[in-house]
């Protein structure tokens, strides 16, 4: 026998022990095992909560200073001076009040006035030099051309220191009491014109409020 016949024949035996062993490829698998397995993504952890945002008229609200506001409890804004704060009754200066001004403010300037009067603005009261810390005035501020807290009145139209009280002539008006937050006391005496302490206040006006009041007379 040939050695390529040998050969052959020492393969064939070899596959037909080892078929017997079960030592041999096996089946191939059909079943699911086949099948491809699927990525399952991990589940995504939530996300961080989003900031709060503050609308934006809120924000511009907090932080922001309260306005410089001047009231009184005698008349709201706008509406009619009771009569004992004129000619017509006591004469007398209606209570006033304000709230905190600007930083820096070192004295307080007040004028009221009358835009509508025949003859052109008719001033009723100037008073300067208030203290920085004062908030209001009482009713019935004295004449005097020096208050005790050191505030000195000027010279009103009829030439004279201190309130006079709406007195129009015929018809409605109106009186505008006009607060002026000053960074410095102004060197002027007692019984300066209304001119004279515009002109001194000018470059001095932290800031400025007023209150308008309404009175007629027939």
């Known amino acids: 026998m040939s050695t390529l016949r040998l050969g052959v024949l020492f393969l064939v035996t070899v596959l037909v022990v080892l078929a017997a062993s079960g030592c041999g490829p096996g089946p191939v698998p059909t079943g699911p095992e086949m099948l491809t397995p699927t990525f399952v993504p991990p589940a995504p952890t939530s996300a961080p909560s989003a900031p709060i945002e503050m609308p934006v008229e809120a924000a511009e609200q907090e932080g922001q200073e309260a306005p410089f506001e001047l009231t009184s409890t005698a008349f709201a804004s706008g509406e009619t001076i009771p009569q004992q704060y004129t ?72 030439g ?6 709406p007195c129009p002539p015929s018809g409605t008006h109106r009186y505008f009491f006009r607060l002026y937050a000053l960074d410095t006391a102004l060197n002027l005496a007692a019984g300066a014109s209304n001119k004279q302490v515009l002109q001194a206040m000018e470059g001095h006006v932290l800031a400025e409020t007023e209150l308008m009041g309404i009175y007629t007379r027939q």
């Open 87 to 158: 000619c017509d009754g006591d004469d007398v200066s209606p209570p006033l009040a304000w709230s905190d001004p600007p930083p820096g403010t070192q004295s307080f300037a007040l004028i009221a006035d009358d835009p509508d009067a025949p003859v052109g603005t008719w001033v009723h009261w100037v008073l300067y030099n208030l203290p920085a810390e004062a908030r209001a005035l009482p009713e019935a501020i004295p004449a005097g051309a020096e208050l005790a807290d050191g505030s000195r009145h000027g010279k009103n139209g009829w």
């Open 160 to 165: 004279r220191p201190g309130y006079g009280g």
